[in-house]
């Protein structure tokens, strides 16, 4: 694609070439072009209607120069008031049929482009929902949502509107090639008396603009914000399978955004016509005044022609075509950057769902690892078995490859085949929803997103429906009931954004009640007691004990409180798991552990 806005000048060159050399400079690759025009093609009606208006606008814009003539011959020359009367209606009924075709025009294709804009903008948020681990690792924050946020809007935007440019200007063009015109300043006065009127006008759809605005730029806000929690929380919309609930949450927002994106709309396509309507009574004013005794012999044909023939300027549609290229550019460009972001193969669809097991194991043969465009290995030839009820702790420092394991597990990154089994079938086998589906996760970072505890603790649940009593048991369970009056424990108890009325030990527990409404038969604890001081940890792991007496655990920690809780300790370094055995069988080999516990664990 290439599209070169060369600078064309007038006097030099006709009109018509310079509608043939726009059009010429054109050079769209085919298949972007075709994916842009697949998006149009649930809006035909709206489109044709669209076309319609502007070609009716570019005919009455230019055509209304034909109306000089008889106006002219019929009108002044023969000092025929009736004529000149009549074109004063003529003109007013021209302008209001110009504007009706503007109004048209303007509305229809920006409903075609918002609409557009927002189903392109829930395709890629979808998308990034399906996205691997691996994508993120290579990808920034602030660039997805930039692709969300900025390159969809442009795609509609920019394409549609320089498609419509072209033609409203095109047709006005060669309507009018040839004319010159001249001003007139006697009769350009009367344009003047009315600039005031227009001015006040603009004034108050300014102010009304300018509330509109900040509508839009709160709800463009939401957007963003929703975009980004769920790009930085993306590790818990795949551990809990949220995809569902973040879908629809994100699709409310973005119809709100595109309904006041339309109310700003509306006011633009009437603030147009209603000025050019204005103006059209001054031109009405200026035939009255023609039409006047003692003033038409005075009023020189050509003054008069010059004064009409002003308002179907060339310098308008000349320097909006001179824009095509650019906007046309601005859209392709977004476009291919948003179809090769559409193109991202999401995370694998194969494999099988297989039902939830109460009685896990999980077999780990001879697995090692290597992050896409890395030398060195994370992992190297591990072997382990967790079995049902295990209670295993991942020790190491930094960089050993705990938190690399644990999302090989679930399968955040793909596995090397038959290296990792899970109930005896291997992770290549399941499908991913039901393989997450026997994991709960609580994290160093705990994540609350929600407004509401309710919605916290029930986060990824794979029913709508509510649980009460199982609600009621989880926050019991983990202390949480002195937040709020019995009473109230199934509304909304707010929590501030993340959770930011919530203490740091209260946030803990709504994890951990998270995790016990999940009731998965596998508990991940990945440095879940690091932020917090040796009482909270302790209440932490008492509540972990008393809750989930029958749970496989798999500990990941700096701390040795959570030692306490396994029943055995894995040992990893440099990607090799290098001991394991029991916390006193460890100390008393005075290996790796020993050493480890020595320097790194507190005591």
Same mark, same amino acid.
């Given at each position: ?30 298949? @972007? ?23 009716? +606008? ?33 003109? @007013? ?88 015109? @001249? ?53 818990? @919309?795949?551990? +809990? ?70 308002? !179907? ?37 194969? !494999? ?187 209440? *932490? ?51 790796? *552990? ?10």
């Amino acid at each position: 694609m290439q599209l070169n806005a060369n600078s064309t000048n007038v006097d030099s060159k006709t009109t018509s070439n310079l509608i043939t050399e726009t059009s010429s400079q054109i050079e769209v690759p085919s298949s @972007i072009l075709k994916r842009i025009l697949f998006l149009y093609r649930d809006y035909k009606l709206a489109l044709l209607i669209t076309i319609s208006a502007v070609i009716l +606008f570019g005919l009455i814009d230019a055509g209304m120069i034909y109306f000089i003539k008889p106006l002219i011959d019929d009108g002044l020359n023969n000092s025929n008031q009736k004529i000149l009367k009549f074109g004063s209606l003529l003109v @007013i009924l021209i302008f209001v049929f110009r504007g009706l075709s503007s109004f048209i025009s303007n509305y229809t294709s920006n409903w075609i482009s918002h609409h557009i804009i927002a189903r392109i903008r829930q395709d890629v948020f979808s998308h990034l929902l399906k996205l691997p681990r691996s994508f993120y690792d290579n990808h920034s924050r602030g660039e997805l949502v930039s692709k969300v946020i900025y390159d969809t809007e442009q795609i509609a935007k920019a394409t549609s509107g320089a498609f419509i440019s072209f033609i409203r200007e095109s047709v006005i063009l060669l309507v009018l090639i040839g004319l010159m015109f @001249i001003t007139s300043w006697h009769l350009s006065l009367v344009f003047i008396a009315i600039g005031p009127i227009i001015g006040l006008l603009l004034y108050k759809v300014s102010r009304i603009f300018r509330v509109k605005s900040k509508r839009l730029q709160a709800s463009m806000g939401q957007v963003s914000k929703t975009i980004e929690q769920s790009i930085k929380h993306h590790q818990e @919309i795949l551990y +809990f399978g949220a995809h569902r609930q973040e879908n629809d949450s994100f699709r409310n927002i973005n119809r709100t955004t595109r309904q006041n994106n339309m109310k700003l709309v509306l006011l633009s396509s009437l603030t147009n016509p209603t000025i050019q309507i204005i103006a059209s009574l001054s031109m009405a004013a200026v035939l009255l005044i023609a039409s006047m005794e003692g003033v038409i012999e005075h009023i020189s044909a050509g003054s008069f022609t010059a004064i009409l023939v002003a308002m !179907g300027s060339l310098l308008k549609p000349i320097k909006q075509l001179s824009k095509v290229n650019e906007n046309l550019q601005t859209g392709l460009a977004a476009a291919e950057s948003i179809f090769k972001f559409l193109d991202e193969p999401a995370e694998r669809t194969t !494999g099988t769902s297989f039902p939830k097991s109460n009685q896990p194991v999980i077999s780990i043969k001879n697995l090692s690892f290597k992050y896409p465009n890395r030398d060195c290995a994370a992992l190297s030839n591990i072997t382990l078995d967790i079995l049902p009820g295990e209670v295993v702790a991942l020790v190491g420092s930094s960089g050993s490859g705990k938190s690399t394991l644990v999302n090989l597990l679930l399968n955040l990154y793909p596995t090397p085949n038959k290296t990792i089994s899970f109930n005896g079938r291997y992770l290549e086998e399941w499908s991913l929803a039901s393989l997450r589906e026997n994991f709960s996760v609580v994290s160093q970072s705990v994540n609350l997103r929600q407004p509401s505890l309710q919605q916290n603790i029930t986060y990824g649940s794979k029913t709508r429906n509510i649980d009460y009593e199982k609600f009621e048991s989880c926050i019991n369970d983990t202390q949480l009931s002195s937040l709020f009056q019995k009473q109230t424990i199934q509304s909304d108890f707010h929590v501030g954004e993340e959770a930011c009325l919530l203490s740091g030990g209260q946030q803990q527990r709504v994890a951990i009640a998270r995790a016990l409404y999940r009731d998965a038969p596998l508990l991940v604890l990945d440095e879940a007691t690091s932020a917090l001081d040796q009482q909270s940890e302790q209440q *932490f792991l008492n509540t972990i004990s008393r809750t989930m007496k029958n749970t496989t655990m798999l500990i990941v920690t700096h701390r040795s409180a959570p030692l306490k809780l396994a029943d055995k300790i894995v040992v990893m370094q440099e990607g090799k798991l290098v001991e394991i055995g029991k916390h006193n069988e460890l100390m008393d080999k005075k290996g790796v *552990f020993y050493s480890l516990y020595r320097k790194e664990f507190d005591k």
